[in-house]
């Protein structure tokens, strides 16, 4: 078993990172109790980074678009799903985007949590679903007209200082007003979580080239599309 805590001033990473929202909703952030939560959403406001997680939900406007944002951990329940959405659509929310961290770890292929509760939102009107903690990627999905990206692998991760599996990536999303909605589309960025190949050197990197289409290929081959 393991637990994660870091000094506060640590948070100051993600401003100067231009990290502007986060999710709370993961396996460790209660590691150190409700203290342990609170001192966590105390250091992001006083950096002025943004979070949502579990009842905490979060709508945030953005060139003129109102994004909704809410995240689970381990909770597909299609109810409490449907709630927090309500909970979006009834704050003005246009787009909805999920960050829910599930699945199992080192494993290549979502299970049937992730699909059911990414689908589940999806089919309730969100644009995006995305998911952590399996710590390698997994495949995306376009399904009724969103977007689900299955893991987004390790990106910046200090819990292993030389991962056997480096591959990561960004997922640039853009979503475009219409007379009748919005149009979305979507890039995939293959990315390493190191500059450096023998360690982890906490600097995530762009990769290009071969090692770019590699990690591109292994992405494609893995999705539903």
């Known amino acids: ?39 966590t959403q105390n250091a992001l406001t006083e950096r002025g ?21 809410f995240g689970l951990a381990f909770d597909s329940d299609p109810d409490r799903i449907h709630a927090l959405m309500d909970q979006l659509y009834n704050q003005g929310a ?7 961290h599930d699945g199992w770890e080192r494993d290549y292929s979502p299970d049937s949590a992730q699909i059911d ?10 644009s995006a679903v ?4 399996p710590h ?5 999905e376009e399904y009724n007209g969103g977007f689900i990206a299955y893991s987004m692998g390790n990106f910046c991760f200090g819990g292993n200082s030389n991962p056997s599996d480096k591959d ?9 007003r219409t007379s009748e909605g919005f149009d979305r589309s979507y890039t995939i960025i293959p990315c390493s979580l190191s500059s450096a190949s023998g360690y982890n050197d906490y600097q995530p990197t762009v990769l290009e080239g ?16």
């Open 210 to 225: 071969d090692e770019r289409q590699r990690v591109m290929d292994k992405i494609l081959g893995m999705s539903y599309l």
């Open 168 to 176: 990561t990536m960004i997922v640039q999303l853009e979503f475009t």
């Open 117 to 126: 509760g990414a689908r589940t939102a999806i089919d309730y009107g969100a």
């Open 49 to 69: 980074v943004e979070y949502f997680a579990y009842n905490e939900t979060l709508v945030r406007e953005v060139n003129g678009i109102k994004f909704g944002f």
């Open 94 to 100: 246009e787009i909805i985007i999920a960050y829910n």
């Open 1 to 39: 078993v393991f637990y994660f805590r870091a000094p506060p001033e640590y948070a100051q990473i993600l401003t100067d990172g231009a990290i502007e929202v986060v999710t709370l909703a993961n396996n460790h952030s209660y590691d150190y109790g409700d203290q342990g939560y609170a001192d």
């Open 136 to 140: 390698v990627l997994q495949g995306i």
């Open 130 to 133: 995305f998911f952590s903690h």
